[in-house]
Structure formats: structure tokens, C-alpha cells
């Protein structure tokens, strides 16, 4: 976890421009969603890098000294890069280059990712976590038909997903998407209001029965589209 997510809502739902914000408080309730969402999938460990969050685009946080978005690449791909070697990472995972929806704290994650990497010893395997451009077009007619407008993109932020022919691995994930929907609604402070947990079940699991990747660095050579990411180094 690269920000300690300082500028999200209050569990009570308080801004951070609100003048009541507690930051402390925010920091205590995102650990303690981490650890329950962590609890739900078995993930044995969970690194937590402290940096300050940067808040939105645009926001003036964003500047702030000690932010996320103003940490030397170098510095925080150190700390990356020695958590990698000590795993012995064969299969990295991050945000694209435009941090999915152009959050800057995840832009800053690819950075800092790819620099880790490079600094790594053993090269691992790299994927964009994404979705399936065609996929969602047709979900969200599907949706239509159900009466369920789906959300409209902001004008302002970058496309998100990858066409076709850019996806190197499609992942089947459906027997898990219990697991993932507990998981996520762990973190109730950011999804609470979430578009997708108005939705029946049987749509969600359809939505979030597939995961998508782009393939941007391989060692092992893999070709086509994978439906493991650990093709090549089981």
C-alpha cells in the first residue's frame, strides 16, 4: 500500500475539506478495512510504505511535501525493489500509465512500479491490471435492458481499459467472485456508494467474473492471450 490514504471521506462520510476531517480517524479506519479485506482473500502479507496521499488531480495536495506524487521515483522504487528481491517476485501487477482513471497516487505507483522492476534482481513477469473495452460496451447494454443506467465516464479523465488486441491475458476468476465482492466491501469508506454494489448477484458476478491484463514485460516469452499470469513460471 504505497499512501496511508489520509485524504479519504471520514467512516461517518466527511470530506476532507470538511472542517470536521479527521485525519488520524481516516488513516485508523483504512487500516483496519485493509486488514479485514486481507483477512477475506489469505494474503500473508501486506506492506504498508507510508507515503502521504495525494489526493485527487488538481487537487493542492497534491503538492504537498511528503506526498506520494512528489517522492523521487528512485526512493520509493528502492523500497519496491527489495520487497520484490526478498519475495522473489515472479509476477508483478500495477496500474497503467494513466493510473486507471488518472488518480495521481496510481500514476505515481506505475512509475515507481517499473522502476522497481528495473531494479530488481530477478526480472519478474508485468501486467497492467485493466478491463476489456468490448467486454463492459456489451455489459452496459446488458445492463440498459435491466433498467440500470450504467455510470458515465468523467469528460476529464483518460480512457480507461484497453482494446482488444492489446489484452495479454484473460484470467477466469468467477469462482472467486465472492471472495472479491466481501473483499471489496471491505474497504466500505470508498465503495459504500459504489454503482456496482447496487447491482443483483448474478450481474455482478458477471461483470467480475473475468479480469483483464496487459502483458508489458515478459521474460518467459509467453505469446497469445494467457489465462494464468503464472504461465512459464509454475
Same mark, same amino acid.
Given at each position: 500500500?504505497?499512501?496511508?490514504?489520509?485524504l479519504?471521506?471520514?467512516?461517518?462520510?466527511?470530506?476532507?475539506?470538511h472542517?470536521?476531517?479527521?485525519?488520524?480517524q481516516?488513516?485508523?479506519?483504512? /487500516?483496519?478495512? +485493509?486488514?479485514? !479485506?486481507?483477512?477475506? +482473500?489469505?494474503?500473508?502479507?501486506?506492506?504498508?510504505?507510508?507515503y502521504?496521499? !495525494?489526493?485527487?488531480?488538481?487537487?493542492? $495536495?497534491?503538492?504537498?511535501?511528503?506526498?506520494?506524487?512528489t517522492?523521487?521515483?528512485e526512493?520509493?522504487?528502492?523500497?519496491?525493489?527489495?520487497?520484490?528481491?526478498?519475495?522473489?517476485?515472479?509476477?508483478v501487477?500495477?496500474?497503467?500509465?494513466?493510473?486507471?482513471y488518472?488518480?495521481?497516487?496510481?500514476i505515481?505507483?506505475?512509475?515507481?512500479? /517499473?522502476a522497481?522492476?528495473?531494479?530488481?534482481m =530477478?526480472?519478474? =513477469?508485468?501486467?497492467?491490471?485493466?478491463?476489456?473495452?468490448?467486454?463492459?460496451?456489451?455489459?452496459?447494454?446488458?445492463? =440498459?435492458?435491466?433498467?440500470?443506467?450504467?455510470p458515465?465516464? *468523467?469528460?476529464?479523465?483518460?480512457?480507461?481499459?484497453?482494446?482488444?488486441?492489446?489484452?495479454?491475458?484473460?484470467? *477466469?476468476?468467477?469462482?472467486?467472485?465472492?471472495?472479491?465482492?466481501?473483499?471489496?466491501?471491505?474497504? !466500505?469508506s $470508498?465503495?459504500?456508494?459504489?454503482f456496482?454494489?447496487?447491482?443483483?448477484?448474478? +450481474?455482478?458476478?458477471?461483470?467480475?467474473?473475468?479480469?483483464?491484463?496487459?502483458?508489458?514485460?515478459?521474460?518467459?516469452?509467453?505469446?497469445?492471450?494467457?489465462?494464468? /499470469?503464472?504461465?512459464?513460471?509454475?
Amino acid at each position: 500500500m504505497c499512501t496511508n490514504g489520509e485524504l479519504g471521506d471520514t467512516p461517518d462520510g466527511l470530506a476532507p475539506d470538511h472542517d470536521d476531517h479527521d485525519v488520524d480517524q481516516v488513516v485508523a479506519h483504512r /487500516l483496519e478495512e +485493509l486488514k479485514e !479485506s486481507c483477512r477475506i +482473500l489469505g494474503i500473508e502479507r501486506a506492506e504498508l510504505l507510508g507515503y502521504h496521499d !495525494s489526493g485527487m488531480m488538481g487537487w493542492p $495536495q497534491n503538492d504537498a511535501p511528503g506526498s506520494f506524487w512528489t517522492t523521487p521515483v528512485e526512493e520509493a522504487a528502492r523500497r519496491v525493489a527489495d520487497i520484490l528481491d526478498e519475495e522473489e517476485a515472479d509476477v508483478v501487477v500495477t496500474y497503467d500509465e494513466n493510473g486507471f482513471y488518472g488518480h495521481p497516487d496510481h500514476i505515481q505507483a506505475n512509475r515507481i512500479t /517499473l522502476a522497481a522492476v528495473a531494479m530488481a534482481m =530477478k526480472k519478474p =513477469k508485468v501486467y497492467y491490471a485493466t478491463v476489456a473495452r468490448s467486454a463492459f460496451e456489451s455489459l452496459a447494454s446488458q445492463l =440498459k435492458e435491466f433498467g440500470i443506467e450504467p455510470p458515465e465516464p *468523467d469528460g476529464d479523465q483518460p480512457e480507461m481499459g484497453a482494446t482488444d488486441d492489446e489484452i495479454g491475458a484473460t484470467i *477466469d476468476v468467477s469462482t472467486y467472485v465472492a471472495a472479491k465482492r466481501a473483499a471489496l466491501m471491505a474497504h !466500505s469508506s $470508498q465503495t459504500a456508494q459504489s454503482f456496482f454494489f447496487q447491482l443483483p448477484e448474478g +450481474l455482478f458476478e458477471q461483470m467480475f467474473g473475468q479480469e483483464w491484463f496487459v502483458r508489458v514485460a515478459d521474460p518467459t516469452g509467453q505469446v497469445g492471450v494467457e489465462d494464468d /499470469l503464472l504461465a512459464g513460471v509454475r
